[in-house]
């Protein structure tokens, strides 16, 4: 087990486009288990490279059965809109109210280069669309409506 740091919203890292993953080696795969270790411990939904200072196309998402791991991934498809309450690892302690689609489906290459879809709902589709703006730079700060207050926030925790 190996965590990587996770980078905050203030490194120059998180607003950089990152490029295409073109070798499917030891390399990605040693990434792809180390951001798993350090997604389940810090208890996140989602993780791309970039927030471990990587500028790669690499994000995983937890859909609540399993942990995806999409490598050069984009968003094919989505669906009607949900405005919710959305975090960030690299954002602590703050949260913004974003509008995303209700339904996302990506296609996205596994960690052996081999392609694949995964579709999700709700948080699911939240995420993808969340750790896939982060490998252009965008931080959810950046699309949000507006922050959650104090007040709005202790509700939610209700
Ligand atoms: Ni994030």
Partial sequence: MALRKILSHL???LHKKCKLVENFDDKLHKLLDDMRDTLVESGGVGLAAPQVGILRRVVLVDNGEEILELINPTIV???GEQVGPEGCLSVEGKYGLV???YYAKVRAQDRN????EAEGEELTARCF???LDHLDGIL???VMERWLTEEELMADED
């Fill in 77 to 79: 498809a989505t669906d």
């Fill in 11 to 13: 490194n120059p890292a």
């Fill in 129 to 131: 669309c969340h750790e």
């Fill in 140 to 142: 959810y700060t950046k």
């Fill in 99 to 101: 509008k995303r689609p």
């Fill in 113 to 116: 280069g081999n392609w694949f």
